[in-house]
């Protein structure tokens, strides 16, 4: 991400590793005072379909964090071959546990795996990453806090150098549904001015445009 407060300055390029230990001291230290306070932790399920190595490696990085941070992290991995109707009982079934307290489902997830219909069946209150639609439907009108994870995590970049979003011209390159399309949202409403940039853009010749008036600029991949 690349910010300016003047479009004649230096772009300014934010790194995320000190504002993420900024971020996971802080978590720790709540979840300390709420394990004093009640004696419990929250728990996280996150769901794995097969083998995939990216997911693995993601999902011990997760591990890692949510040691740290002292909350209790569970991984599920599933077979490849479980069909859709196994994959919604068994999310279900996590729902359902007073002791699971978020799920997330991880992608990629086999071909015949719909991944839309098992992120619905996520309950609202558990899902982490705000991928049911109702979730993002209330994010649509400004009525949730529980926002996909990389989106929050980009407004809180910006928030933590202090910039007034108002008004602010803010370029995004990428429209995806889980970091694109919830961070405009995010984004206007904290009343920014949102271009979207994506490959059509790019084949139509005007992303350059776009992005050289950016005050803000967002690049989820580049098209």
């Known amino acids: 991400m690349f910010i300016s407060e003047d479009?004649?300055?230096?772009a300014e390029i934010l790194d995320g590793k000190i504002l993420a230990q900024q971020i996971g001291d802080s978590l720790k230290s709540e979840v300390d005072k709420l394990r004093e306070q009640t004696g419990h932790v929250p728990t996280l399920v996150n769901i794995?379909?097969?083998d995939d190595q990216g997911s693995c490696v993601y999902a011990n990085s997760q591990k890692k964090v949510a040691q740290y941070i002292g909350i209790d992290y569970k991984l599920a991995t599933l077979s490849a071959n479980i069909s859709q109707n196994e994959l919604s009982i068994f999310i279900e079934a996590l729902n359902s546990d007073m002791c699971v307290n978020g799920i997330m489902l991880h992608k990629p997830v086999p071909p015949h795996i719909d991944y839309g219909v098992a992120a619905n069946h996520v309950d609202t209150i558990k899902d982490?990453?705000?991928?049911?639609?109702?979730?993002?439907?209330?994010m649509i009108l400004g009525e949730t806090k529980i926002t996909p994870c990389t989106p929050a995590s980009v407004m809180e970049h910006i928030k933590s150098t202090?910039?007034?979003?108002k008004g602010k011209e803010v370029v995004i390159v990428g429209h995806s549904?889980?970091?694109?399309?919830?961070?405009?949202?995010?984004?206007?409403?904290?009343?920014?001015?949102?271009?979207?940039?994506?490959?059509?853009t790019s084949e139509a010749g005007h992303l350059?445009?776009?992005?050289s008036r950016a005050e803000i600029l967002i690049v989820e991949k580049l098209p």
């Open 177 to 200: 549904r889980i970091v694109g399309k919830p961070l405009s949202l995010l984004l206007l409403e904290a009343d920014a001015t949102v271009t979207i940039c994506h490959v059509a």
């Open 7 to 10: 479009s004649e300055m230096s």
């Open 208 to 211: 350059i445009e776009h992005v």
């Open 162 to 165: 202090s910039v007034d979003l």
């Open 48 to 50: 794995i379909i097969g």
């Open 128 to 138: 982490i990453e705000g991928i049911n639609v109702a979730n993002i439907g209330k």
